[in-house]
């Protein structure tokens, strides 16, 4: 599987943006899609996951409320669209996957497939 993140700039606080990331390979086989990001000097961190079996997706407390993570099988596509940006959410965004589910979606070190990271940057 192969992924690769894009969508990512500058906007400013308050603001919107989806990042995209494209798939290909055995796209069908990947139960867990996920987003994680590193801001400079931080430990690379969860945003959000999907379990795309069970229609149901999670994300970290910051995030809660103000992103959503969706999939498009036709396009081969997994997105997160954040609104409301913070300063604080400027960061690397990778996109991750891993053929089935685990109880530990959060943890990076269970994910076998990453994008090459995208960069946001929330800024006036």
């Known amino acids: 599987v192969q992924l690769q993140a894009s969508g990512g700039g500058l906007v400013q606080p308050g603001g919107s943006l989806t990042l995209s990331c494209a798939t290909s390979?055995?796209?069908?086989?990947?139960?867990?899609m996920a987003w994680f990001r590193q801001a400079p000097g931080k430990e690379r961190e969860f945003v959000g996951a999907?379990?795309?079996?069970?229609?149901?997706?999670y994300y970290t407390d910051s995030v809660k409320g103000r992103s959503t993570i969706s999939r498009d099988n036709a396009k081969n596509t997994v997105y997160l669209q954040m609104n409301s940006l913070k300063p604080e959410d400027t960061a690397v965004y990778y996109c991750?996957?891993?053929?089935?589910?685990?109880?530990?979606?959060?943890?990076?070190?269970?994910?076998?497939?990453w994008g090459q990271g995208t960069q946001v940057t929330v800024s006036s």
């Open positions: 991750a996957a891993r053929v089935n589910w685990i109880v530990e979606y959060w943890n990076a070190r269970h994910y076998a497939y």
């Open positions: 999907l379990r795309w079996s069970m229609r149901r997706t």
């Open positions: 390979g055995r796209t069908v086989s990947t139960d867990a």
